[in-house]
């Protein structure tokens, strides 16, 4: 079993920025981001691999955002900068223990969940 906690979000205006943290009770293979908005799709936003750190990120965010990871506090961070109103959603930390292969941000990779986190921008 792993335990996430995530932290961080709020309320930003347009152009703002915001921070969030999860930390997993245990080293995982990869960590990842995901939001969704009211009516839409759950999405990938950004995913770092817990060996060499490589990430990928959604083409919406790129430039934006950044993830980064502490390894030894199993801690997964998303730096978000020039917020748009469009990145307004619940914000889900999600873990990969299973070593899965595939698309990253397909929500079928991912064994455990956070309880999410708002981000809300304003216009």
């Known amino acids: 079993q792993v335990q996430l906690v995530e932290s961080g979000g709020g309320s930003v205006q347009t152009g703002g920025s915001l921070g969030l943290s999860c930390a997993a009770s245990r080293s995982t293979y990869k960590m990842a981001w995901f939001r969704q908005a009211p009516g839409k799709e759950r999405e990938g936003v950004a995913v770092?691999?817990?060996?060499?750190?490589?990430?990928y990120y959604a083409d919406s965010v790129k430039g934006r955002f950044t993830i980064s990871r502490d390894n030894a506090k199993n801690t997964v961070y998303l730096q978000m900068n020039s917020l748009k109103p469009e990145d307004t959603a619940m914000y889900y930390c999600a873990a990969d223990t299973n070593w899965g292969g595939g698309r990253w941000s397909a929500t079928s990779l991912y064994n455990y969940w956070g309880q999410g986190t708002q981000v809300t921008v304003s216009s």
């Open positions: 770092i691999y817990t060996s060499g750190g490589t990430t």
